[in-house]
């Protein structure tokens, strides 16, 4: 088993700054991507930032030149910082893996329980 255990969400001032981090653990043999996804009240859970690969990034365009992944392969951690927090920003941010287990043969998609991002005025 593969489990996603992310941390540093909570309650910002708009404008402000948070960081995410992921962990992953278990049983990996190789680890696609991580990224983040966040689902506000609501809404649909989007994409906010992904890195396939160790280097590929994706972001969203309403995150774009505020919010920068970025990953740790020894500690298979992936980090979000979060800078210029909007009120648009607040939604519940889910980790994201691609996965290939041990003794598995095809990868699969893990998610972590997720974090709660709260702004305020």
């Known amino acids: 088993q593969v489990q996603l255990v992310e941390s540093g969400g909570g309650l910002v001032q708009a404008g402000g700054s948070l960081r995410l981090s992921c962990v992953a653990s278990?049983?990996?043999?190789?680890?696609?991507?991580m990224g983040w996804y966040r689902q506000a009240p609501g809404k649909q859970r989007e994409l906010v930032a992904r890195i396939i690969g160790g280097s590929v990034t994706n972001y969203a365009e309403s995150v774009k030149g505020r919010f920068t992944i970025s990953r740790d392969n020894a500690k298979n951690t992936v980090y979000l910082q979060m800078n210029s927090l909007k009120f648009e920003d607040i939604a519940v941010y889910y980790c994201?893996?691609?996965?290939?287990?041990?003794?598995?043969?095809?990868?699969?998609?893990?998610w972590g329980e997720g974090t709660q991002v709260t702004v305020s005025s």
């Open positions: 994201w893996a691609d996965v290939v287990a041990t003794g598995q043969r095809y990868p699969r998609v893990y």
């Open positions: 278990g049983s990996i043999k190789s680890l696609n991507g």
